[in-house]
């Protein structure tokens, strides 16, 4: 062919681009749940699997139908988002709920928060915790009841200190973490009298934390291996796909805030250094500060915005483990800061070059 | 011995400079037929001095400086004059240009060099000589150099940076240059700092050229030279950026919407340096540099010292295009050059490279705006790029204003960091355009 003849391609610069696409980000997202899918399927057996699959199926297929269908578009499975939600919404859900009621908090994630609003990037909540929310509001008791895992007790105690515990706190034994330690404390402080004797001798942390640390407690499916979710971040990590910031400020808030008010009226015995190593580990903290607040869509664009939503976020955690009603707040800490979002983009733009100061 | 130099934001696109890193410079024949726009520079264009059928020599003025901010235009290669009109552009405009046949004698102007060596010289003098030889900025921009040095007198220049980055993949023509023409290049950076009455020079070269590094450090402990520091700069794009650059040596801001002369710096690349040098000690003007010609589908990637005015379709050929295959024509860069649509279109004074392409960034299935925050932290400006480009998008120039816009200098590490393949520099410019004519409605009230 000869020059004259030949077109050539006309377009703006950069004619280079990163290689990483949105799928490919997603996809990552997804391979790094998988250490703590394989945990929960460990520790909860079947009923894990069978709950993650049919919110990925779910998921999958009102997002097909709704962009096919509805919206006559192209199809928009092949960016993985949905699967992201799919496996972040199961990850929120006990174990023993009923498959249906996955399926109704699968349509409302994706139907009502991700497409109501325009897809992907449009959603102003993280999908897969409004449908969370919504399960809470619609079914909070079947959202509350946890079955013990295969090994290990529902809180992480040991064996000998619940026995110690039963007779004297009511329902300890089906309890996870965050409720069995409220209880701990509740009891504290009624015996508080005498309470340099009984103090927290009672729990073997040492054993508790390293329970929750790998996972042989009750919980959610996907929140119970700490050591499964860090693994995953640490790969989002040296990918680029979540930054240190949010998680590591928002954990840190946590950590720091239940260390000051860790109740035992000190700050440097073990118990009162412990308490906020228990506090981090257990629950929804790690799932939540390393996944979904660090969510792209639903979290800032710009460093400081970053920075204050993690200690936001970690502010209002330990606000509602500490003094409200629930016993876990990670959740909804996420999703009321995920509505300061746009708040905190506007008034936290980066410093602009030049702007600064002069010399001349 | 030397910290690392950086600044702020950038991203690392692949070198891809390993191709021509270690050619020789090699000479281009002259074609024959040059073809030498008008208008090779930022201001008013040359005016014309010759007319049709006029038999020109090598450096003969073709258009006088069309003002201040302006340069002439020299005849690169001896011969006729066939014709005075438009003629494609490669910044893709038909612009004014002279065609002149070549009759293959190089007959030369007589050359003459500054008449009292440069150390002894007044600076106006030397200012003159160079603005005389028609020399711009020739690392992209193509800003007059004779302008950036002659800097109002409230405002004081101690520090000269000559820019030896080359941050943008592919190329390496001032890279070869460093290497093959130092002493000339250092001479050059040392007139620089004699006009301007400077008290520091700088030459900044990214980490990745460790050869360059070794032969300016080993000239620069030389006593003739001993005025003259190394910066070690971090290699990243846009590190060869004037604003980011100054950053880096010299840890200074220049000021939104000013010019580095207003924080005391100077930029000058290491092309201009060299042609300075070329124009106080040997009198030559303009008219000849060097091309780097690489890419995926050049079989034969080279550095070349071409006439200003050669079309580029006479340096792939040299350089054994496969058409076929080609989907892209770039002059420039990757980051910032242009897509080429015309093969007649001249190499002109700010011509780094010319690159052939087969992969497209067109066609791409672009995603809605995820958030992710790449372009932030890309931005070495420090904007918001997906907000602006929502602003853009939906018409809201104002918005786009208060998130500073005009201060963007569509470097391009914003649409190459992005993962939906947004095409933000578009919008950059879009929103630009339209902010440049809000500023100018409200400047006339």
């Known amino acids: ?360 | 011995m030397f910290g690392k130099f950086s600044f702020k934001g950038g991203v690392h696109p692949s070198h891809c400079k390993d191709q021509t890193a270690s050619l020789n410079i090699e000479t281009l024949p002259a074609p024959e037929k040059v073809i030498i726009p008008l208008s090779q520079h930022i201001g008013a264009p040359a005016k014309i001095a010759v007319k049709r059928d006029d038999m020109v020599k090598i450096g003969q003025v073709l258009g006088e400086a069309g003002g201040f901010v302006s340069a002439p235009v020299h005849a690169s290669v001896s011969g006729k004059v066939v014709s005075v009109g438009p003629f494609a552009h490669p910044l893709g405009k038909q612009v004014t240009a002279v065609e002149i046949e070549n009759d293959g004698n190089d007959d030369t102007v007589e050359f003459t060099p500054l008449p009292t060596p440069w150390r002894e010289a007044a600076p106006q003098e030397i200012v003159q000589k160079i603005s005389a030889a028609g020399i711009v900025g020739m690392g992209g921009a193509s800003f007059p150099t004779h302008v950036k040095l002659s800097p109002p007198s409230n405002k004081p220049i101690d520090t000269v940076i000559i820019n030896g980055a080359e941050c943008e993949p592919y190329l390496t023509a001032d890279h070869r240059l460093m290497l093959e023409k130092t002493e000339e290049m250092l001479c050059g950076a040392m007139i620089i700092k004699k006009i301007l009455g400077a008290s520091k020079i700088w030459i900044g070269i990214e980490e990745n050229k460790p050869d360059a590094i070794a032969v300016i450090s080993e000239k620069i402990a030389q006593d003739k030279f001993k005025e003259i520091s190394l910066a070690k700069l971090k290699a990243k794009y846009p590190q060869g950026g004037e604003k980011q650059l100054i950053n880096a040596v010299t840890k200074r801001q220049v000021p939104s919407g000013g010019l580095p002369m207003d924080c005391g710096c100077v930029v000058q690349n290491i092309g201009t340096a060299y042609t300075i040098w070329d124009a106080v000690c040997n009198g030559k003007p303009l008219y000849q540099r060097v091309v780097t010609v690489t890419g995926s589908t050049i079989r034969k990637p080279a550095n070349l010292l071409v006439r200003i005015g050669t079309p580029i379709k006479t340096l792939l050929e040299h350089c054994d295009i496969d058409y076929d295959s080609t989907q892209k024509v770039i002059m420039g860069g990757p980051m910032m050059g242009l897509a080429q649509s015309d093969f007649t279109a001249p190499v002109i004074k700010s011509t780094s490279g010319i690159l052939g392409y087969k992969t497209l960034t067109t066609g791409v299935r672009e995603y809605d705006c995820i958030s992710c925050g790449n372009c932030v932290k890309a931005c070495p400006i420090h904007l918001v790029p997906s907000y602006l480009a929502k602003y853009v998008q939906k018409g809201l120039y104002e918005d786009a204003m208060t998130w500073n816009i005009l201060d963007c200098m569509e470097c391009g590490s914003c649409a190459y960091a992005c993962p939906s393949k947004i095409n933000l520099v578009h919008y950059m410019k879009v929103g630009k355009f339209h902010a440049m004519g809000i500023k100018k409605e409200k400047e006339k009230k």
């Not at chain 1, 119970?224 to 979540?242: C, R």
């Not at chain 1, 460093?303 to 909804?332: D, H, N, Q, W």
């Open chain 1, 1 to 360: 062919m000869s020059s004259e003849q030949k077109l050539l391609h006309i377009s703006t610069s950069p004619h280079t681009k990163y290689q990483e696409t949105v799928p490919s980000i997603m996809l990552s997202v997804c391979l790094a749940l998988i250490p703590a899918f394989a945990a929960s399927i460990y520790f909860f057996g079947l009923r894990a699997l069978v709950l993650t699959v049919v919110c990925v199926v779910t998921c999958l297929a009102t997002e097909w139908v709704i962009v096919r269908v509805l919206l006559k578009r192209p199809s928009t499975l092949g960016d993985f988002s949905a699967l992201v939600t799919a496996m972040l919404l199961a990850f929120n859900l006990p174990p023993d709920l009923p498959p249906w009621m996955a399926v109704i908090g699968s349509i409302f994630a994706i139907g009502v928060v991700k497409w109501a609003f325009g897809g992907l990037g449009h959603n102003f909540i993280n999908p897969a915790l409004a449908g969370r929310a919504f399960l809470m509001a619609s079914y909070a008791a079947p959202m509350t009841i946890f079955g013990p895992p295969r090994t290990g007790t529902m809180s992480g105690l040991s064996e000998s200190t619940l026995a110690s515990l039963t007779n004297k706190v009511d329902g300890i034994s089906g309890a996870t973490p965050l409720p069995a330690f409220n209880k701990i404390m509740e009891l504290l402080r009624n015996e508080s009298t005498q309470a340099s004797e009984l103090q927290f001798h009672i729990i073997d942390f040492q054993e508790t934390i390293s329970h929750l640390f790998f996972g042989n407690v009750g919980g959610c499916i996907g929140e119970t291996s700490a050591a499964a979710l860090i693994l995953g971040a640490i790969f989002l990590w040296y990918k680029h796909i979540i930054g240190l910031r949010v998680p590591v400020l928002f954990i840190g808030t946590v950590f720091l805030l239940s260390w000051i008010f860790n109740g035992t009226g000190s700050f440097f015995t073990s118990e009162a250094l412990l308490i906020p190593v228990y506090q981090i580990f257990a629950g929804g903290l790690m799932l939540g500060a390393l996944y979904m607040a660090t969510d792209m869509v639903t979290s800032p664009i710009t460093p400081m915005g970053k920075a204050i939503f993690g200690i936001g976020c970690g502010l209002l955690a330990f606000t509602i483990r500490k003094f409200g009603g629930y016993p876990e707040g990670v959740s909804y800490s996420i999703l009321l800061m995920n509505l300061a979002v746009p708040m905190l983009d506007r008034y936290n733009r980066p410093k602009i070059y030049g702007k600064v100061h002069t010399n001349a």
